[in-house]
């Protein structure tokens, strides 16, 4: 039986572990204890993980100063979640702290029996410690970290702060590094471990010798400068300790973490790797049977039908052009892609790439990222539904702003008269998402999620673990709320000057068909032409565009573009 998993914290290794072990990350309060129980009863996980922990910011001197934070976090919460999940027979896992030793031991390690011999330098170690005491009375997992080591940037990722430190040390110390750490957790999870683990990898590193492998690996550029122990001292509150923690009660289990100098080598590459900036693909998802639209649809695709003077899939795709997006998946029915392939080509007329994929059968939205999984690879990607138009002034350059961001999730919010019928989403005065509701009788904004959404990498795996609702589909709306958990779900408001067609019923796509009528005779331009946007992006040259043109004959759209040539 798969678990139900659920990670208290939502701090760097709390969402670490959430991605790659696909647990839930709950903002709630453990310090709120009706609340904490309330929840628990409700969810009735199998796995708790407490990943919530004040190290303070930048560093551990900032708990000197705030103990009473630090107490209620490190202590306080940590021994709530203790006893409320034994009570309910939920398995517990602690992230503690291996910060309770000086030295080596003569060369064999401190093990997990061996009492503490320096908790008078830091407040932050007596708090963990503290922790750890009464939690091991309980039948739960007690894990030990030291300097978590990531593959990817983050500013709590050691890495980074040793890259932000103008000298550092050259004293080794006991480390582990974070993939490694959690392909363990997820082994002891599965064992139902208890007590206390040092989870960290065999061997010692010093941060000098980190910052020369930097060099050597990722940036030969960088020039690591070394500090002595004596000089640390003096710029910080809390003496620091180093030491080494044996790791033989971990082996004995058959968990093997490799050594530490090969396991931050890997790390190093995959951080280089990862400093790549990727890039964004799309995806079309025009799928569906459109029954709302029969008996037009029986024998067509919707997004084949035209909306005036050009097929709906166009404006998707102009959206997709207009974010700068060249790779592109469109997804449909096994009936309508070859038609899709026969208006569309393999895009190098217009400078893209076109992929094809088939959905035999609707599952819901995030259907996409599974079908379209290998197309993304390791990129991120837009979603875009087949059957949405939009239109406004400088949306190129909201579009393109969003394809930059690297980490989360983005959507678009348009104020609609009847936020009823759509996903309502609820924001404050900086974007930041505070909630979403699918049809709330009772919407906290008027603001409807459009069809259109940014995510980076990981909502392939996200997708993977959605459980269908009562509808018998996986909901997007699923995939907004776990980024909302974990702080990283952005919306951008298309306001006044936007406008928004769902062209899911005849009145809608009229609508649509007089509206971008109007504007274009007005204006002299036409929406959505995508070989001007190819154009007007450089994605192919006047040559091609002649080309274009000639194959268009005398139809009005072919005119406009014979124009664009003879102005350019």
Same mark, same amino acid.
């Given at each position: 039986m798969a678990e139900k998993g659920i990670i208290f914290g939502k701090g760097f290794l709390g969402k670490r572990l959430a991605d790659e072990l696909h647990y839930r990350i709950t903002s709630l309060n453990p310090l709120d204890l009706n609340a904490l129980r309330d929840f628990l009863d409700f969810e009735k996980p199998t796995v708790v993980i407490n990943a919530i922990g004040k190290a303070g910011?930048? /560093?551990?001197?900032?708990c000197e100063s705030h103990k009473e934070e630090t107490t209620l976090s490190n202590v306080s919460a940590a021994i709530n979640l203790g006893i409320e999940c034994t009570k309910r027979g939920i398995y517990f896992v602690h992230l503690g702290s291996g910060c309770l030793y000086a030295g080596d031991n003569?060369?064999? @390690?401190?093990?997990?029996?061996?009492?503490?011999?320096?908790?008078? /330098?830091?407040?932050?170690?007596?708090?963990?410690?503290?922790?750890?005491?009464?939690?091991?009375?309980?039948?739960?997992?007690?894990?030990?970290i030291r300097f978590p080591i990531d593959d990817r940037p983050h500013e709590r990722n050691i890495i980074d702060k040793l890259l932000a430190y103008p000298a550092v040390i050259d004293i080794p110390n006991s480390m582990g590094t974070v993939p490694h750490m959690i392909e363990a957790i997820e082994k002891l999870i599965q064992k139902r471990?208890?007590?206390?683990?040092?989870?960290? /990898?065999?061997?010692?590193i010093s941060p000098l010798e980190i910052l020369k492998m930097y060099q050597s690996i990722v940036n030969p550029s960088f020039v690591p400068k070394e500090m002595t122990l004596t000089e640390l001292d003096r710029v910080t509150i809390g003496k620091r300790t180093n030491c080494m923690l044996n790791t033989d009660k971990l082996n004995f289990l058959g968990i093997h973490l490799p050594e530490i100098h090969e396991a931050v080598k890997e790390c190093l590459l995959r951080y280089k790797e990862s400093l790549r900036e990727k890039k964004v693909k799309g995806i079309i998802l025009a799928g569906g049977k459109a029954t709302r639209l029969y008996p037009a649809t029986q024998a067509v695709s919707k997004?084949?039908?035209?909306?005036?003077?050009?097929?709906?899939?166009?404006?998707?795709?102009?959206?997709?052009?207009?974010?700068?997006? &060249?790779?592109?998946?469109?997804?449909?029915?096994?009936?309508?892609? %070859? $038609?899709?392939?026969?208006?569309?080509?393999?895009?190098?007329?217009?400078?893209? $790439?076109?992929?094809? *994929?088939?959905?035999?059968?609707? &599952? @819901?939205?995030?259907? *996409?990222?599974r079908i379209g999984k290998d197309f993304i690879g390791e990129d991120n990607v837009c979603l875009v539904l087949g059957d949405n138009i939009f239109y406004g002034q400088g949306i190129e350059e909201i579009l393109i702003e969003v394809?930059?961001?690297?980490?989360?999730? +983005?959507?678009?919010?348009?104020?609609?008269?009847?936020?009823?019928?759509?996903?309502?989403? %609820?924001?404050?005065?900086?974007?930041?998402?505070?909630?979403?509701?699918?049809?709330?009788? /009772?919407p906290k904004s008027r603001y409807a999620v459009i069809?259109?959404?940014?995510?980076?990498?990981?909502?392939?795996?996200m997708a993977e673990n959605l459980q269908p609702s009562n509808r018998g589909e996986t909901e997007i709306t699923d995939?907004?709320? *776990?980024?909302?958990? +974990?702080?990283?779900?952005?919306?951008?408001?298309? @306001?006044? @000057?936007f406008s928004w067609f769902d062209t899911g019923t005849f009145d809608s796509m009229s609508e649509a068909s007089e509206f971008v009528k109007l504007i274009q005779k007005r204006q002299g331009q036409p929406i959505a032409c995508i070989e001007e946007i190819a154009y007007k992006k450089s994605f192919i040259g006047k040559e091609q565009l002649k080309e274009i043109v000639s194959s268009l004959g005398k139809s009005g759209y072919g005119e406009h573009l014979s124009r664009l040539l003879e102005e350019s």
């Open positions: 910011r930048p /560093n551990i001197d900032w003569n060369g064999k @390690g401190y093990t997990e029996e061996d009492d503490p011999n320096c908790l008078g /330098n830091q407040f932050y170690q007596r708090t963990k410690y503290v922790a750890e005491q009464i939690l091991r009375e309980f039948p739960c997992l007690i894990l030990r471990a208890k007590g206390i683990y040092h989870l960290v /990898n065999p061997g010692m997004q084949l039908i035209p909306v005036y003077d050009k097929p709906m899939i166009y404006y998707p795709l102009s959206i997709l052009m207009l974010s700068g997006i &060249r790779d592109i998946l469109i997804i449909s029915t096994p009936q309508d892609l %070859e $038609k899709f392939k026969k208006l569309l080509g393999d895009g190098s007329r217009i400078g893209v $790439k076109f992929s094809y *994929a088939e959905q035999d059968y609707p &599952r @819901g939205l995030p259907d *996409a990222f394809t930059k961001k690297q980490r989360g999730a +983005t959507i678009f919010g348009h104020e609609v008269t009847d936020p009823q019928r759509y996903g309502v989403v %609820e924001f404050d005065k900086n974007g930041k998402v505070l909630s979403i509701e699918e049809k709330p009788q /009772n069809g259109l959404y940014f995510f980076d990498n990981r909502v392939i795996k995939l907004f709320k *776990a980024y909302l958990e +974990t702080g990283e779900l952005e919306v951008k408001t298309l @306001g006044r @000057g």
